[in-house]
Structures are given as structure tokens and as C-alpha cells.
T-cell receptor, first 114, second 112 residues
């Protein structure tokens, strides 16, 4: 089956720094990838839709200047959390859509901001 | 408003026992419904995918049912194992792959 990877799997950073998370589709090309955030004991919340070669589409309430998304190739999307604060601590999950329009999820990245 | 509700919120069962998780949805238009298993600290993994015309689908010890008329689905786990301990999420897809509505999940704990 289709495999989606994320790197890093976890990261701890100081408040005010920026953190980049990578999402890769390993065995298929994905023109569309999604970024989700999940707080403890809650379901996934869609943050933004990332389309290869174009600007990301952000969900209501998600600051586009804080969560920078780049989808430079058909197998890679990156999410950069700029000037991270403790409230940004969360579990970030990406997904990639294959040609059959099915979403495959990555293993997630645990971000802890001190 | 599109919503997916799951019950129970959490469940503890003994190893070897069966259990059934419920999902009610009000999502429209309906494309398909999926059950995912999410281990702690991991991303969701698909268990079953059900389209409008399917009533039952099995994947090993997992059996999902769908009643499109009442907009209900269930996930039955047979002969539970310790490794089944996880959150089980019901997701309804509308139209295209981009429209996913997630349920809040059922946290299952299987104990000895």
C-alpha cells in the first residue's frame, strides 16, 4: 500500500524558534497533501490543503503566516511553524492523496514547545 | 452541519472478548465511510472502506457494517488482542478526497 512518511517524528524547541516538518509520499505522487493537528484525546483537525505548485488553502482560524506550507514537488510538502509558542505544541499529521483519491496518513510529528 | 458521532467514547474489555463500536453521521452528500485505527502517537491506519451500496465488509478480525438509510455504521472486533488497544476513528468522505469529516473516536483498551 501507499506509504507516507514524516520527519521528524518528534521535536522539542524553544519558544520563538521555527520548526519545519516534512511530509513525503514514498511510493506515489501526490498533487494534494493535507496537514492536520491533533490535540490530546481529540480528533484530527484539518489545518490546510497543500497543492503542488500553488499556494496552500488554509482552514478558517489557521494563521497562514504562522503555519507556512510549501509543496514544491509531487512527493514532498513541508509545514513550518514560525515563532512557535507553547500553545502550538501538538501532534501534526499529514496525509497525501493518490490517483484513486484516497488519503494516506503519515505517522505524525509530536511538537513540544518549551 | 456535517457531523460524525461515535460511541462509546472509551471502552475497556478483556482480551479475547468481542466488542462493537458505533458511528452515526449526518454528512451529506455521502461518498464513502472509513474506519481507522490510530495507535497512540501514530497516524491513522485504514481498516475498512465502505461505499453507499455495501452493507458489510470484513478485514480479518474487523467487520464493519453500514446502514445508509439510518446513517449508522458499526465496527465489530472479534477475539480482541492486546494490540487492538488504540483509538478507532470513523471518517465520512463527501464527494472528493478532500472532504473528510472525522468522528471523535472511541478509545479501546484491551486488558488481561
Amino acid at each position: 500500500g501507499a506509504v507516507v512518511s514524516q520527519h521528524p517524528s518528534w521535536v522539542i524547541c524553544k519558544s520563538g524558534t521555527s520548526v519545519k516538518i516534512e511530509c513525503r509520499s514514498l511510493d506515489f505522487q501526490a498533487t494534494t497533501m493535507f496537514w492536520y493537528r491533533q490535540f490530546p484525546k481529540q480528533s484530527l483537525m484539518l489545518m490546510a490543503t497543500s497543492n503542488e505548485g500553488s499556494k496552500a488553502t488554509y482552514e478558517q482560524g489557521v494563521e497562514k503566516d504562522k503555519f507556512l506550507i510549501n509543496h514544491a514537488s509531487l512527493t514532498l510538502s513541508t509545514l513550518t511553524v514560525t515563532s512557535a509558542h507553547p500553545e502550538d505544541s501538538s501532534f501534526y499529521i499529514c496525509s497525501a492523496v493518490d490517483r484513486g483519491l484516497e488519503q494516506f496518513f503519515g505517522p505524525g510529528t509530536r511538537l513540544t514547545v518549551l | 452541519k456535517n457531523q460524525v458521532e461515535q460511541s462509546p467514547q472509551s471502552l475497556i474489555i478483556l482480551e479475547g472478548k468481542n466488542c462493537t463500536l458505533q458511528c452515526n453521521y449526518t454528512v451529506s452528500p455521502f461518498s464513502n465511510l472509513r474506519w481507522y485505527k490510530q495507535d497512540t502517537g501514530r497516524g491513522p491506519v485504514s481498516l475498512t472502506i465502505m461505499t453507499f451500496s455495501e452493507n458489510t465488509k470484513s478485514n480479518g478480525r474487523y467487520t464493519a457494517t453500514l446502514d445508509a438509510d439510518t446513517k449508522q455504521s458499526s465496527l465489530h472486533i472479534t477475539a480482541s488482542q492486546l494490540s487492538d488497544s488504540a483509538s478507532y476513528i470513523c471518517v465520512v468522505i463527501t464527494g472528493t478526497a478532500s472532504k473528510l469529516t472525522f468522528g471523535t473516536g472511541t478509545r479501546l483498551q484491551v486488558t488481561l
